[in-house]
């Protein structure tokens, strides 16, 4: 409990967002920044996004996570754990519901296909409720720390630009066309769009556009609100108590794309608060692959067979290690002064809260 | 041989052509005998658009934004333009195999069953006869078979086993062998529990052979090593009890990055799975 989370990087953190591309254990790292905070006294909430069956089960919730955030029993700890799991189409509704200007505007929206297909399918929907998730929760007086996993991504600017995007989906011109065919004044427009959209029509089919010019009907009057709600996730996403954590793996591909995300963040006047590092291979021992290689031949030619293979094991882990560790040099340099902490590959399963707890060791101590 | 890359990372093209060596090593003069081609959604809709009686509009329909408003409208055209464009190559006849990077687990169900989801949702048009065309593809073993390509970690056998049973279900497509990638087929270290191994150890502790803390690394390091290769085991045994198809395993490589020359070590490996004679 002394010692501090990521090097002090995420001390008076409210806002913790963890970033990566897909598969370098993104979510784990967000159940154990959240598992060592609560340890170290804070009421912390998670969000996790499709979380693996393993992970509720790690935590001690066997029914899952829900889309509201429980608490994880932690025994002998003072501070709290909550975990949810982002439900886009149900906070979605919400937003919807948070903005609309009666329940029946809502319904009317809730009810439409075209609707439905922007929740499950816009490009960047789960970038944005995780945003807005991110918002509830930062004004939750329940907790004091957020902690998000990002959806798989390689672009930052798909979480950075997310609570935005509905904003700038009702802003289309394409929108205001279908939104606006009666009225005189774009009658130029019109006549241009008109052709356009019976052309859609055929490819898609009548009824798919009805839908949508009935969606953006149902929608006018809420823009505005839409893009103010908009600019209050960017602030806190911009705050200075919102830390962003790099997730990679000690590969090449994942720490290009780790090294790229970073570079996005800084354009956007963002830092890196600190990068992890997961499934390194563990170093055994303080030398060399190559001096375990030499024992390992020594120890042959003495006829040790069975001490010989043992140190020709340590030899191939070494060099795995090595390789891994010179892959990450890009990153080091790019994070700076910001601490890199590396977990090793265990040799199991997450499957407990001790094992999250074995993790967070390696995310505790000096950066 | 042609392969399609389709999320836009440069690394494919770079592994199977990369470093220079594609002259040397893959018939000198000849043009290569690999082609990689990236097909991006919104490209491939934008084609699609074109080829179907927008012509001169099209350029317009993409400046507005109209494109982005029919890819929502009818969820699932973005994947059918692509499989449709994949349909494509296949007929023209220029390929004797077109390897398709797919998608990873949860979009790779979506993707493929597009073709079915719009046969149900789009009663006639041109979108209708393009996802029957893609249905007639994927459900001819003749022509066409998936190939799911997992590690052996729980989780990544879970998402193959319901990637397979998904795809079974509603697509009918023809599943190839199951890929096991990174698989420690390494010389597995001796046992540390063995009575054998730590005599050997203790007779080697001295001034000049193992000390004592060597001894305690070595011990560690096999104990590592035998779990994770027990754990994989596991995994693969499992997959086997659940996916009745055949497996080919692939070795983890000791690097953190593959190069091209790790890429002709494993297809050398693939064939001889595939094909052990």
Not at chain 1, 136 to 155: A, E, G
Not at chain 1, 330 to 347: I, N, T
Not at chain 2, 103 to 129: C, E, K, N, Q, W
């Amino acid at each position: 409990m002394s010692a501090p989370l990521l090097g002090g990087a995420l001390d008076d953190a409210s806002v913790v967002v963890c970033c990566g591309s897909g598969g370098v254990g993104k979510t784990t790292t967000a159940a154990v920044l959240g598992l060592e905070a609560a340890r170290a006294g804070r009421r912390a909430v998670v969000v996790t996004i499709d979380p693996a069956r393993r992970l509720a089960d790690a935590l001690g919730l066997p029914g899952g996570l829900a889309d509201t955030p429980t608490r994880v029993e932690l025994p002998d700890v003072s501070g709290e754990l909550w975990a949810m799991m982002l439900d886009t189409s149900a906070m979605f509704e919400s937003v919807v519901r948070a903005n609309a200007g009666s329940d029946e505007q809502a319904d009317r929206i809730v009810e439409n296909r075209f609707y439905q297909n922007i929740a499950g399918t816009l490009s960047g929907t789960q970038e944005y409720m995780a945003s807005e998730a991110l918002h509830q929760l930062h004004d939750d007086p329940r907790f004091d720390l957020v902690v998000v996993d990002t959806p798989p991504s390689r672009n930052a600017l798909d979480f950075l630009e997310a609570p935005g995007v509905l904003a700038r989906f009702l802003e289309h011109r394409a929108f205001r066309l279908l939104m606006l065919p009666a009225r005189g004044g774009l009658r130029v427009l019109n006549t241009a769009a008109q052709p356009i959209l019976r052309a859609i029509g055929k490819v898609v089919g009548s009824d798919v556009l009805a839908d949508a010019v009935a969606f953006f009907q149902a929608f006018s009057g809420m823009e505005v609100g839409f893009r103010e709600r908009a600019e209050d996730v960017m602030a806190v996403l911009h705050s200075p108590d919102t830390r962003f954590v790099l997730v990679a793996s000690p590969r090449r591909d994942t720490v290009t794309e780790a090294v790229w995300f970073a570079d996005q963040l800084v354009e956007q006047g963002l830092e890196v608060a600190a990068a992890v590092v997961n499934r390194a291979h563990p170093r055994f021992g303080t030398g060399d692959a190559a001096q375990a290689a030499d024992e390992a031949s020594r120890c042959a030619a003495d006829g040790q067979a069975a001490v010989a293979a043992l140190w020709a094991n340590v030899a191939e882990l070494r060099l795995v290690a090595e390789r891994e560790h010179a892959e990450l040099g890009p990153l080091v340099e790019r994070l700076g002064d910001a601490p890199l902490l590396e977990v090793p590959l265990l040799d199991g399963d997450v499957h407990d809260l001790a094992s999250l707890a074995e993790i967070g060791s390696h995310l505790t101590g000096p950066g | 041989m042609l392969v399609v890359e389709l999320d836009g990372k440069p690394t494919l093209a770079e592994l199977v052509t990369g470093d220079g060596r594609a002259g040397d090593e893959r018939g000198s003069d000849d043009a290569p005998a690999i082609e990689v081609v990236a097909i991006s959604a919104p490209d491939a809709l934008d084609e699609y658009l074109r080829e179907h009686g927008f012509g001169r509009i099209a350029k317009r329909l993409s400046a507005t934004g109209v494109i982005d408003v029919v890819g929502t409208a009818a969820p699932g055209i973005d994947d059918i333009v692509v499989l449709g464009k994949i349909k494509q190559l296949e007929r023209s006849g220029d390929w004797d195999l077109i390897v398709v990077d797919g998608p990873a687990a949860g979009h790779a169900i979506t993707f493929l069953t597009s073709a079915s989801g719009m046969l149900d949702a789009i009663r006639g048009g041109p979108v209708r006869a393009q996802a029957t065309d893609v249905l007639e593809l994927l459900r001819d073993a003749e022509r066409c078979q998936v190939v799911l390509v997992t590690i052996p970690e729980t989780t990544p056998v879970n998402e193959a086993i319901e990637t397979a049973f998904a795809l079974e279900d509603q697509v009918g497509v023809q599943l190839g062998p199951v890929i096991v990638n990174g698989v420690d087929l390494g010389v597995e270290p001796p046992d540390p529990d063995d009575h054998e191994v730590l005599a050997a150890l203790a007779a080697g502790v001295g001034p000049h052979d193992v000390g004592s803390h060597d001894v305690g690394v070595l011990l560690a390091a096999a104990r590592f090593r035998r779990s994770r290769r027990s754990m994989e085991r596991s995994e693969i045994e499992r997959l086997a009890a659940e996916l009745p198809l055949a497996q080919v395993h692939l070795p983890a490589l000791g690097v953190a990055g593959l190069s091209a020359i790790d890429i002709d070590e494993l297809a050398s490996r693939l064939v001889d799975g595939a094909d052990p004679t």
